[in-house]
């Protein structure tokens, strides 16, 4: 008689032995996958995996730039290849943030578009260098930390040889200057992708309390809400003058490669023209040179550049219709606590409860700070001095955007959401 238990064959045939040992593979135990779903047979070094993604996006923010302002130095035989490639640094290099010393004097206007793509493509090396090196879903602060800093010195050495690069034979660039911006842009751009790879964003996001992610919400949405008017406030600036634009373009006589590199140029700043248009509709306007403002109670300019984006400015003060554009501002604060409303009283009603006062008027009156700071960042980024002399202070003046951003989207955002309330109660009790 076999002294093996009647049960052991059935046990046997599932694949399953006497020490519960998967079929096919004996002896091997098994092992836990460590934290975060990520074998540590496929990780990679960090120097490795932060060095390859921060190259990766130098080339794919550079290549742009250098394509750009090619079609304008190799257009009609008016430079050679080193030449363009080299401005093409000069510019990528601006587009950072690191002003460019010429012989006419100091150029520290960024081309905004170029620093979001910039921008977006340190977030996605953020992003791959914690895929690398195994923190997925790791939920550790140090991990996403460490990735972003990685990146960041990676991106500081690749700015520093940038500066030396284009610094020869051309304008005068600082290596230290441009490692330093390259590494806090690097770090902070990239520590956004991180956390969101590792899952800290969203536990930092979960732990907050529910009117602190409230007000950031409503606040975002209503500074885009802006951004968005002033976007199109300013293209049909640009429309209407479409045609002093169109001259301009043309008086360069570059041949068709340099007006599509001056247009494509041009393009660059559509960022820049949407925050000063932003600033406009707000009240505190923006200069074009020293001692002249753009406002709409006031306009003050000079002899100005042969600049396409410049051809959309107003001739003088709005008056009549045009005094609507007063009212943008405040109707899209209201929209945003409108929409903050709905979304409270629309979670309220699935639970079967009543929003109280305290819970829509605190992330609304938030909502002031948030968008008055976002919009004060995005004035400083957008200006700065295109040479020496009168075009030395260009842009909106950052603290008269934040301060009037705050006042006027903190009071609108309350009174939308106020109204919003006030008008749901009484549909109900009607």
Request: aromatic share 4%.
């Amino acid at each position: 008689m076999s002294s093996v238990p009647p049960d052991q064959p059935r046990r046997r045939a599932a694949g399953v032995g006497a020490d519960d040992r998967p079929a096919g593979r004996p002896g091997r135990p098994r092992v836990p996958a460590p934290r975060g779903g990520e074998s540590r047979r496929g990780r990679a070094p960090l120097a490795v995996a932060a060095g390859v993604a921060a190259t990766w996006a130098a080339l794919t923010s550079y290549l742009p730039v250098a394509l750009v302002l090619g079609l304008a130095q190799l257009s009609e035989d008016a430079g050679s290849v080193t030449g363009a490639l080299r401005a093409g640094l000069a510019g990528w290099l601006l587009g950072h943030g690191v002003p460019l010393d010429t012989d006419a004097g100091p150029f520290g206007l960024v081309p905004l578009a170029l620093t979001v793509l910039a921008v977006w493509r340190l977030t996605r090396a953020g992003v791959h260098t914690s895929r690398a090196i195994g923190a997925r879903g790791g939920r550790s602060p140090r991990q996403a930390l460490t990735a972003a800093g990685a990146v960041g010195i990676g991106y500081a050495l690749l700015g520093a040889l940038a500066a030396v690069l284009a610094g020869i034979g051309g304008s005068a660039i600082s290596p230290i200057r441009a490692g330093v911006t390259f590494a806090v842009l690097g770090a902070l751009a990239a520590l956004v992708g991180a956390a969101r790879t590792t899952g800290v964003a969203g536990l930092l996001v979960h732990r907050a309390p529910a009117a602190l992610r409230d007000g950031v919400r409503t606040g975002l949405v209503a500074a885009l809400l802006l951004l968005g008017a002033g976007a199109g406030a300013a293209g049909l600036a640009i429309a209407t003058g479409g045609g002093d634009a169109a001259d301009m373009i043309g008086a360069y006589r570059t041949g068709v490669a340099g007006q599509a590199g001056i247009t494509l140029l041009s393009l660059a700043y559509a960022p820049n023209a949407t925050i000063w248009s932003t600033s406009y509709l707000l009240g505190p306007g923006f200069a074009v040179g020293t001692d002249t403002a753009v406002r709409t109670s006031e306009v003050s300019v000079g002899a100005l550049p042969a600049v396409p984006l410049l051809a959309g400015l107003p001739s003088g003060p709005v008056d009549g219709l045009g005094a609507g554009l007063l009212a943008v501002p405040v109707l899209a604060a209201m929209a945003a606590g409108w929409l903050l409303a709905r979304r409270l009283l629309r979670l309220a009603a699935r639970d079967r409860a009543e929003v109280a006062w305290p819970a829509l008027l605190l992330p609304a009156a938030l909502a002031g700070p948030v968008a008055g700071g976002l919009l004060g960042a995005l004035a400083a980024a957008s200006g700065g001095p295109l040479g020496g002399g009168r075009l030395a202070e260009l842009g909106p003046v950052p603290w008269q955007v934040a301060g009037v951003a705050t006042a006027v989207i903190g009071v609108g955002a309350v009174l939308g959401a106020a109204a919003t309330r006030s008008l749901s109660r009484a549909r109900a009790s009607s």
